[in-house]
């Protein structure tokens, strides 16, 4: 027999005078009692996640509370145990804190202690159950599960369609905001794949510079341009057997668009220089944060190559949309990075659930999983756009504070690293992930310039 999980408090005392007391104070204070008169044989009657708390005198026949908490700790070391001692078993008390009680009660004591007490400890014993559940939730996954972490309707079907595309020789094109892990998609189509055993090579095109992305792609021979000494086997040819994983590819050109197209079609490579056709036997995920069908409308993206593209179709669905995975996610990132450091894991506190769960995630899973690092390292839990807690549940952005927000953010932030030491434009586009290109029209857009900082390389490079 188990003991009903209504049951907020179970109290052990051999004086029926004082458990009658204790339990008329309990019960007038709304809590749902279970007296006994002896402590043998409650922890079998306990299932480990019983949410209640236990209350006991230390002195009584049999079973006493210190072999008591002893056995309940054995089987669930975070089940709050308080425990009563008359004015000479102090020493005891302390002995038995030391052994894991939540708390202990010198007789005499007012009741107004105990209810304190006891309503402390369940509170705590909440949150710990609070923990555990969303640490059960990460368990005993499948392995796309284990990758791909949530509960929410929005993730089950993503999970769903790679699982059924997976097998497949298709290529997918997969479609989310920044952040929102679109390479960790690719990659498990590619693990549970039967091309998991060839190789996986990811690029970013947009952090390519135009004048070399159609060498890093299709590859080159000695002598096709000024500085080709030497044989080069580019991205698609590398990838042969495995699969090709293309992010950003709204920021390919379109004479690379054009080459691409004709690789997906006829599945050959021609390398810079060369005049051999290479075949491939390839699969090409292709990623994007933009509209491509918009795109390909206003003429920055070939409206043929969107359409051989969109066959498959993936969408992971933002951060926003899925909140029931918020605290499950935290806290899985947060165990991973504590284990990596080596820190004991910390449990997230009923306000700063509350900041999770209002917190509108613009940066996804990316942003998430940088805090969860934060609050594993003991830092504080601020969020960009959240406001502190005060019991307000709402974020107030509007469209232009927005819009000049992120205006403000990306000029200080390029201005910052305009102070590191950079030798070139070259450096300094790779320390922010963006091409030369984009670096000068941002420089021109915020009034800032490479010379402003104190080194002075060439602007060229």
């Known amino acids: 027999m188990t003991i009903d999980n209504r049951i907020q408090v179970v109290l052990i005392d051999d004086d029926p005078h004082l458990r009658q007391a204790l339990g008329q104070t309990l019960d007038l204070a709304g809590l749902k009692i279970l007296p006994l008169s002896e402590a043998k044989g409650l922890a079998a009657q306990l299932e480990r996640d019983w949410p209640g708390v236990v209350v006991s005198d230390i002195r009584m026949p049999g079973m006493d509370g210190l072999e008591l908490l002893s056995e309940l700790h054995a089987q669930d070391p975070e089940l709050p145990v308080l425990l009563i001692t008359g004015h000479g ?48 939730a990460l368990s005993d996954r499948n392995e ?158 070939r409206a043929d190559l969107y359409y051989r593209l969109n066959v498959a179709p993936l969408r992971i669905p933002p951060l926003r949309e899925r909140g029931e995975d918020v605290l499950v996610l935290f806290q899985h990132y947060a165990d991973e990075a504590s284990a990596r450091h080596g820190l004991p894991p ?46 307000s549940a709402t974020v107030e952005v509007t469209s232009a504070g927005l819009s000049e927000q992120v205006e403000q953010f990306e000029k200080s932030l390029i201005a910052a690293e305009l102070a590191r030491s950079h030798s070139s434009v070259r450096s300094l586009a790779e320390a922010l992930g963006i091409p030369r290109k984009t670096l000068h029209d941002k420089l021109r857009k915020h009034g800032l310039n490479f010379a402003d900082s104190s080194n002075h390389g060439d602007e060229s490079e």
């Open 346 to 391: 910390h449990e997230l506190q009923p306000a700063q659930r509350a900041l999770l769960l209002r917190h509108s995630w613009p940066g996804n899973v990316r942003e998430l999983q940088n805090a969860a690092e934060r609050f594993a390292l003991g830092l504080e839990l601020a969020l960009d756009n959240s406001r502190p807690d005060d019991g």
């Open 144 to 301: 796309l599960s284990a990758r791909l972490v949530g509960q929410s309707a929005p993730m089950a079907r993503l999970r769903e369609q790679i699982g059924a595309l997976a097998a497949t020789k298709a290529d997918v094109l997969i479609l989310g905001e920044t952040g929102a892990g679109k390479e960790v998609v690719a990659r498990a189509l590619h693990d549970l794949s039967s091309r998991r055993n060839g190789p996986f090579v990811a690029i970013n095109a947009g952090a390519l510079a135009e004048s070399v992305v159609e060498s890093e792609l299709f590859g080159h021979e000695p002598g096709a341009f000024t500085g080709a000494q030497k044989r080069r086997i580019g991205k698609f040819e590398f990838a042969n057997g495995g699969t090709l994983f293309l992010d950003e590819i709204e920021s390919m050109s379109m004479d690379v668009q054009v080459k691409l197209l004709r690789m997906l079609q006829e599945r050959v490579v021609e390398r810079l220089g060369g005049n051999q056709l290479i075949p491939l036997d390839i699969r090409v995920i292709a990623a994007t944060k933009e509209d491509l069908r918009q795109a390909a409308d206003q003429g920055r993206f």
């Open 89 to 136: 078993d102090v020493p005891l008390a302390v002995q038995a804190m030391r052994a894991g009680a939540y708390d202990f009660l010198e007789k005499p004591f007012a009741s107004d202690a105990l209810l304190d007490s006891v309503r402390r400890a369940l509170a705590l014993r909440r949150l710990v159950l609070d923990n555990r559940s969303l640490r059960m």
